[in-house]
């Protein structure tokens, strides 16, 4: 289920005649081999099983794809490697066998010093992501529980019963957290009121998570919310940060599987995720929900690469 990287994806203009801090993605990403320097790792998950398990629209499985040919041309201003990881591919509805084999590719690129930033695919990849991540922690914590921070900036609480889908992986994580005897600590930022019922509210009460409004993550209320995310980044070791692109609002990001109704204004997801890249606690991070068919110019592909450059720091 694993492919390895498609470099015809990577290419660009090319500004040689500026010399070499004309760079851009294409020119500096490579193919991530065993034994390559620590840097970010860019790792897809194709896979439409959890948005359709979820009634969404389906064409997320065409998001890796779409974001390395967003990204290929953006400028070059890194100083550590990144390489492409390549995708996980789930064909038809193999969704578990597709997380499963998600969670075992994570682990070893954190066990090789990686950061690993992932593309979805739906938001069910945030849970094959969390099940690598709490594997690699497992190996070197100990007896002692680490304390792993879930930071969600989506319309979705994304907690929902049943089979595993798109709209599940929180309460699955949860569910493993609680196998483990581990902590659950899960904070949402941009939560639609109209798009989650008051069961899911409920259910986000039972587990002691924490999540702020949309129409409370503005502009004028930024420095609330991240002063708000800062204080439960406090409480943990390290992060997993996943942001769902439905978190924008649809004219931004039309090209996502549930457009939003509001939606949360790009400079203010981007502080976000900025203050959670500053507190230096970022394990991995990932993007959900890309889904190209609907994605007018391509507007939500290049908002996605520059979130994924942004994860990459």
Not at 173 to 181: L, V, Y
Not at 191 to 209: C, P, Q
Not at 294 to 311: I, N, S
Request: with cysteine.
């Amino acid at each position: 289920m694993h492919r390895p990287a498609d470099l015809t994806l990577w290419s660009g203009r090319a500004d040689a005649e500026e010399g070499p801090r004309a760079l851009r993605w294409h020119q500096a990403v490579r193919p991530l081999l065993d034994a390559a320097a620590p840097g970010m790792a860019l790792l897809g998950f194709a896979c439409d099983a959890g948005v359709e398990r979820n009634h969404g629209r389906p064409g997320a499985s065409e998001g890796p794809a779409a974001l390395r040919r967003a990204m290929a041309n953006l400028a070059w201003r890194r100083t550590a490697p990144a390489w492409d990881a390549g995708d996980v591919v789930v064909e038809g509805d193999a969704l578990e066998e597709g997380q499963v084999e998600l969670a075992a590719t994570v682990t070893r690129l954190l066990g090789a010093g990686h950061r690993p930033v992932l593309v979805g695919g739906g938001h069910e990849v945030a849970f094959g992501s969390f099940v690598g991540l709490a594997d690699h922690l497992a190996r070197h914590a100990g007896a002692r529980a680490p304390a792993i921070g879930v930071v969600n900036l989506d319309a979705h609480l994304d907690l929902r019963a049943g089979r595993a889908s798109s709209g599940t992986p929180f309460r699955q994580i949860a569910e493993a957290c609680a196998a483990r005897h581990w902590p659950f600590r899960y904070h949402c930022l941009g939560v639609d009121e109209g798009s989650n019922t008051e069961a899911l509210f409920d259910t986000a009460r039972r587990l002691g998570a924490s999540w702020r409004r949309d129409r409370a993550t503005t502009p004028a209320r930024l420095d609330e919310a991240a002063a708000e995310l800062a204080a439960f980044l406090a409480t943990v070791e390290r992060v997993h940060l996943t942001v769902d692109l439905d978190v924008l609002p649809a004219g931004v990001a039309p090209g996502v599987s549930a457009p939003a109704s509001r939606g949360v204004a790009l400079e203010v997801v981007e502080a976000l995720v900025d203050t959670v890249v500053a507190s230096g606690k970022l394990a991995l991070g990932e993007v959900a929900e890309l889904n190209p068919r609907f994605d007018a110019d391509g507007r939500t592909a290049r908002v996605a690469a520059r979130l994924v450059e942004q994860l990459g720091r």
